[in-house]
């Protein structure tokens, strides 16, 4: 049954839920040291009027609190398993039948898409999944048809903007075509998708533009500036999320699939951690985004509704901060549930701000601070360092909130995120005399120092054993980036 994807609900329910475009959706990460409950979330996305979400993975825990929501989910296959997939159709038959059919019974997970790993093809993999990525996709399709659910669950890949380009001479969208080192495979995999009416799902970030080139015209990231428009024989750009999702249509045509349904996979702007990282900005951007879509004109080449997908729901303090400090900052909620600035999901402005979460479970108002009273404070560089390896200090980085701090702050904030990690534990806050507990709010200016989020309910014991691994990733990805501010 066709519907305009992003069409205004007429109806609103009574209460705290809101007004939201229908069709929109949101990523939901779990990268998180303390997540909050599925549950929790899941009322969060209903509270919202939100319909549609973008997973990581298929969490048990994830599904099944999705279940009996009607809210249209895109389960994912990281990319570490690809090859096993790619290998083994046996393993795509048993992916499937745990993740998908188990799932499909009324009142089950209204699953609408397989997505096949993530941004597989970009540049900074070196090619590592360029030669398995085609074959467990196919593998996954194939399981799905002999399941008797492909013709209600479409596969897809989501794929970064990176896989296809303009020349630098000719740097318009009717130039673009696929990057030339994966130029016959992408060929392949669109074809196959649009054979068996899978969409192509693109990750387009107008902040990278901005981070990247300090030349970038700031108000071409947004879609209410006045920078000079980008002119492309008689179509004018006025901003450049337009501009690069046709680069992608014009390949597509190229590609012999001028048609394809295109699915804006993830899109948003970060809060923190980069000095064009701010709920300011955040707002400005998302709040335009919203309005661009609802009023159904689509982009120059590709008239009509757009379906995307908002990057990210919540924020997520155990995510890589290779690519910058900003990756642990896309939500539009904080890491509580509680939203970090003014956003209108219905787009033109209608309904006022988004609802935040309910009964979140926190620690006690504690916080680990500087002892100002130590003597010894010798160990104090390597305090922080250590601290900040096993918890989240990209607010402390250059452009940051919590970038104005002098020595002693920078310890206080280090130390109190590590004592929230570590569940405020009376000895999680000694470092070696150089920290005190307090239960007066540290938070400085623009800085705030957090409370954590009790375990609560959802599986201590699991919860537990994911930090711990998680804490693993930390230090193995992200310690050196974290700490260059020091």
Request: charged fraction near 15%; glycine fraction near 8%.
């Amino acid at each position: 049954m066709e519907r305009a994807w992003f069409a205004i609900l007429i109806i609103c329910a009574l209460g705290s839920m809101v007004c939201a475009v229908e069709g929109l959706g949101v990523n939901w990460g779990t990268m998180a040291l303390h997540p909050l409950p599925p549950d929790i979330v899941v009322q969060m996305l209903k509270d919202n009027g939100i319909k549609k979400v973008k997973l990581f993975d298929a969490d048990s825990n994830t599904l099944q609190a999705l279940a009996n929501t009607d809210i249209e989910v895109m389960v994912a296959i990281p990319n570490n398993m690809l090859q096993h997939l790619s290998d083994s159709y046996k393993a795509a038959e048993k992916w499937v039948d745990k993740n998908v059919t188990r799932y499909n019974f009324s009142g089950g997970v209204n699953i609408k898409y397989v997505a096949v790993g993530n941004e597989p093809f970009l540049s900074a993999y070196n090619g590592s999944y360029l030669n398995n990525t085609f074959p467990a996709l196919q593998n996954i399709h194939k399981a799905l048809v002999k399941a008797g659910l492909a013709d209600q669950i479409k596969v897809t890949v989501p794929l970064n903007a990176d896989v296809y380009n303009s020349p630098t001479d000719n740097a318009v969208p009717s130039a673009g075509d696929f990057r030339a080192d994966i130029h016959d495979l992408m060929k392949d995999i669109v074809t196959f998708l649009n054979d068996n009416g899978s969409p192509f799902t693109v990750n387009i970030y107008p902040f990278l533009s901005l981070y990247a080139d300090e030349n970038f015209p700031t108000d071409f990231a947004f879609f209410d500036g006045d920078s000079q428009p980008l002119v492309d024989g008689n179509v004018q750009y006025t901003n450049v999320f337009d501009a690069n999702l046709d680069t992608l249509v014009w390949s597509l045509k190229k590609a012999g699939v001028p048609n394809m349904t295109i699915i804006v996979g993830e899109v948003g702007w970060p809060t923190d951690g980069d000095k064009h990282a701010t709920a300011a900005s955040a707002q400005r951007f998302n709040q335009g985004l919203l309005k661009h879509i609802t009023s159904n004109q689509g982009t120059p080449v590709r008239p009509g509704n757009i379906e995307a997908y908002l990057f990210g729901l919540l924020d997520e303090d155990a995510k890589s901060v290779a690519p910058g400090n900003f990756e642990r900052h896309w939500g539009i909620f904080g890491y509580d549930g509680q939203p970090k600035y003014e956003l209108d999901l219905s787009g033109p402005l209608q309904n006022g701000g988004i609802v935040p979460a309910k009964n979140v479970n926190y620690l006690a108002p504690k916080w680990c601070v500087f002892n100002t009273n130590a003597t010894d404070q010798s160990k104090l560089l390597d305090s922080i360092k250590y601290a900040c390896t096993y918890s989240d200090c990209t607010a402390m980085g250059y452009g940051s909130s919590c970038n104005n701090l002098d020595v002693y702050g920078n310890a206080s904030y280090a130390f109190n995120m590590y004592f929230q990690v570590m569940n405020q534990y009376e000895i999680n806050c000694d470092f070696t005399g150089l920290a005190v507990i307090t239960e007066q709010n540290a938070s400085q200016g623009t800085c705030k120092f957090p409370i954590g989020i009790a375990y609560g309910a959802y599986g201590a014991a699991e919860r537990s054993i994911k930090t711990h691994s998680i804490l693993a990733a930390v230090l193995l990805f992200g310690v050196t980036f974290i700490l260059s501010f020091l």
